[in-house]
C-alpha cells in the first residue's frame, strides 16, 4: 500500500478515537479539554488524560488450555500493537498502574517533532491534542470535502433567466380614443319592453354575485358593425400602422404542402434554437391563443390575449415597437384566431364577449360576421374552424346553457344560423375533418369527445361515436393531412391519440391506439394546454410542458418524446400554447404574460 495513503488512514482512525474518547469523558473534563488554550499564558495545571483501571485478572480455565492460551497471546499482541498505534497517532500516553502516584510518571520528550504550543509551557498532552487537531485539518482539506461543499452550493442554485427587452413597452401610448360604449339593454336599465321603468328596480340592493358580475362586464362589447384596424400601441401622427396593414394585405400566399416525411422534418426542427432577438412581450396580458401568418415572405406571427388585445409581430422588422403591432378587435378573450386558409388578406378571430370578426387588412377593418345575444352573458364563443377550403363558412362552438354549435356563412350578413345543442356542458374546441368535411370532433368540459355529421345534427343522440375521458377535455383536433388521427388533451393528465375508422367516405368511430401521462395541471392562472400536430405532417405533435428547467416538447404520432426545445438564458416560464409555421421550420411558444418565443 502506498505511504500516502496508509498516513491518511492512520490520521482519520485517530480522528475517530479522539472523538469516541471525548464523548466518554465526563462532562467537567470534556468542557476542559475543549476549552480554548491562551498559547502565551504559561498553564499552571494540565488537563491530564483520564486514569485507566487496573484490569481484574480472571481466572484461569482447566478445560482448554491450549486455544485460552492462544487467545491470550493474541491479545496480548493486539494490546501492543493498539498502544503503539495510540502513541504514534498523538493518543495520550498510558497511565502508571494505581497506587504509584502520577508525579513519579515522567512525560517523553519529543524533542524531533515540532508541536504547537512547545514554547508556551503547556502539558505534552495539550500539545498532541492540539498537532492532532491541525493534522486532522489539513488531511480534510487535502480530500477537497469543503470545496466540493461550496461547488455543489453553487451549483444548486437556479440559473436567473434574462429578460427580453422587445415588443411592448410599459409605458405605451393609446393614440385612439376608447370606442363608444353600446347603449345597455332595457332589461340592464330596469325598464320594461315599452321603455317604462319597473316598479321598485332602483332600491334593488346588488348582491355579491352581481357585483361580481358587474366587475367583470366593465369592458362592454364594441359597438356593433365594422371597427377600423387602428394600432393601440403607437401614435395616431405615425403611419407606421397603416404600411404595416398595407403591406400585409399584398404578401404573397405559399401553398401548404401537406404529407411532409417526418424523418426530414425532424432532422431540421431539432437543429432550431432561441436568440435573444427572438424574443418579444407581443401582447399586454395573458396569452389565449397563437398562429402563424402562412406567407412566406416575411414571418409574421398573431398572439390574442385575454383582454381582446390582437398582437401582430413581424419578426423581420424594426418598425412599431420592434415590429410589434397592437389592435383591439374584442373586450374579453381571444380564445381561437386564424388565418384565412385561401389568401392572406383575412384574419379570423372569436372571443368570450361573444362575437366572431374577420379581419381584412385590405380594407383595414374588423368585420362583425357573428355575434350572439348581448343580455345573455354565458353566451361564451369558444373556437371555430373553416368547412371549407375557402374560409367562407365557419363551424362556431359556444356555451349557452349548454355546448352548442352554429354553421356560419360569411356572406350572409344578417344571417341568424340554427344553434344545435351537443353537450351538456360548453364546447372548448371543435375540428373539422380535412378531406371529408361534413364531419367534425367537439371536445366538451363534460369529459367527452364526439364525433358528428353536419347532415345530422337534430339532437344530441345523433352523434357517431363517444369517446370518455377521465375528467373535462382541452382539446380534439384532427390529424392534418389524411383525418385517420386525432389528438385529445384532458385534464387527467393524459394526452390520447385515436384511430379514425372510415370505410369509404364514411366516418364510423374511433379507437384508441396510445395514451401518454402528460401534467396538464397549468392552475388557475395558465393557460390550458392544447397540443396541435404539425400543419403539414400528421407524425409530430408540439406541446407545452410543466417541466422544469422550462421547455417545449415535441412528440410523435405514438407520442414518444423526440425533442425538447430549451434555452437556459432566454425561456424561463410556460409556453402553453404553441404552433409550427405552416410552410417554414419556425416553432414558436406564448405564455400567460403575453412574451413570445421563436425558435428559428
Known sequence: ?????????????????????????????????????????????????????????????????KSSSASRRSSNRLSVKLEQVNLEDGDAEPHPEEGIPDSDVEEPEDTDVDLPGA???????????????????????????????????????????????????????????????????????????????????????????????????????????????ECMNLKKETKEGD????????????????????????????????????????????????????????????????????????????????????????????????????????????????????????????????????DSYNALIHSFDFLDVSGTQLLVSHSEGGGHVAMVDTREQKSSPKLHRLHDKSIRTVSVHPVMQNYFATASTDCHVALWDTRKLRSSGDRICTLAHGRGMNSAYFSPVTGNKLLTTSAD????????????????????????HHNNQTGRWLTKFRPVWHPRCEELIISGSMARPRRIELFNDKLELLHEYLSEDWLGSVCSLNAIHPTRNIVAGTNSSGRVHVFT
Open 119 to 229: 514554547s508556551s509551557g503547556i502539558s505534552n498532552y495539550e500539545r498532541r491534542r492540539l498537532k492532532n487537531m491541525e493534522e486532522n485539518a489539513k488531511f480534510f482539506a487535502s480530500l477537497g470535502i469543503f470545496q466540493a461543499k461550496d461547488d455543489l452550493a453553487a451549483s444548486s442554485q437556479p440559473k436567473k433567466t434574462r429578460k427580453s427587452v422587445l415588443g411592448l413597452k410599459s409605458d405605451r401610448r393609446q393614440s385612439a380614443p376608447p370606442p363608444p360604449r353600446r347603449a345597455p339593454s332595457l332589461r340592464i336599465q330596469g325598464k320594461t319592453p315599452e321603455g317604462s321603468e319597473i316598479p321598485g328596480f332602483e332600491g334593488l340592493q346588488p348582491t355579491l354575485f352581481q357585483s361580481s358580475l358587474n366587475e367583470e362586464r366593465e369592458q362592454v362589447r364594441h359597438p356593433a358593425g365594422p371597427l377600423r384596424m
Open 1 to 65: 500500500m502506498d505511504e500516502s495513503k496508509a498516513d491518511q488512514r492512520l490520521q482519520a482512525f485517530s480522528f475517530y478515537k479522539t472523538s469516541l474518547r471525548l464523548n466518554k469523558m465526563p462532562t467537567t473534563r470534556r468542557k476542559q479539554a475543549l476549552e480554548p488554550v491562551d498559547m502565551n499564558m504559561p498553564q499552571p495545571h494540565s488537563v491530564s488524560p483520564p486514569k485507566r483501571k487496573k484490569p481484574i485478572p480472571k481466572k484461569k480455565s482447566t478445560k482448554g488450555s
Open 493 to 516: 393528465d393524459k394526452l390520447r391519440v385515436f384511430r379514425v375508422e372510415e370505410s369509404g367516405e364514411i366516418v364510423k368511430g374511433a379507437t384508441l391506439t396510445t395514451s401518454l
Open 243 to 374: 404600411d404595416f396593414i398595407q403591406t400585409l394585405g399584398t404578401l404573397r400566399y405559399s401553398e401548404v404542402k401537406l404529407g411532409a416525411e417526418a424523418s426530414s422534418l425532424l432532422k431540421q426542427l431539432k437543429s432550431l434554437r432561441l436568440a435573444e432577438n427572438r424574443v418579444a412581450k407581443v401582447v399586454p396580458n395573458r396569452s389565449f391563443s397563437i398562429g402563424f401568418h402562412p406567407s412566406a415572405d416575411q414571418t409574421i406571427l398573431a398572439v390574442g390575449d385575454k383582454w381582446g388585445q390582437l398582437g401582430l409581430w413581424n419578426l423581420d422588422s424594426s418598425e412599431g415597437d420592434d415590429g410589434v403591432f397592437l389592435f383591439s378587435p374584442h373586450v374579453r378573450p381571444i380564445n381561437c384566431l386564424r388565418f384565412c386558409p385561401s389568401g392572406t388578406s383575412k384574419i379570423f378571430t372569436c372571443s368570450y364577449d361573444g362575437t366572431v370578426r374577420c379581419g381584412e387588412f385590405e380594407k383595414g377593418l374588423f368585420e362583425e360576421i357573428y355575434t350572439t345575444d348581448e
